[in-house]
């Protein structure tokens, strides 16, 4: 029997989370977003991130010439994710 995964989106775009990595795109595309998370704060019983780290990146890892396209910071994960969105956007 076959599963198939089912990964969360937003505005589109597939979200996959590892530890303190975020990859928001779609493989199959030319470019994805990774977000780093950098710091997070504690809220009541929550960590709420403070600090993230955004890069644009080719999804063909033989086309080195592209690595690091664009990035920047943030201080919020949804000021993150759309600055992602609009750069994958444009991108693709």
Known sequence: ????????????????????????????????AKIDVQSTRRVKDLDVTNKVKIQLLPTDTDNLDLANIRTTSRESLYEALEVAHDWLEKAN
């Open 1 to 32: 029997m076959e599963t198939k995964q089912k990964f969360y989106t937003y505005k589109g775009y597939h979200l996959v989370r590892n530890k303190r990595e975020i990859y928001y795109g779609n493989m199959s595309d030319e470019f994805v």
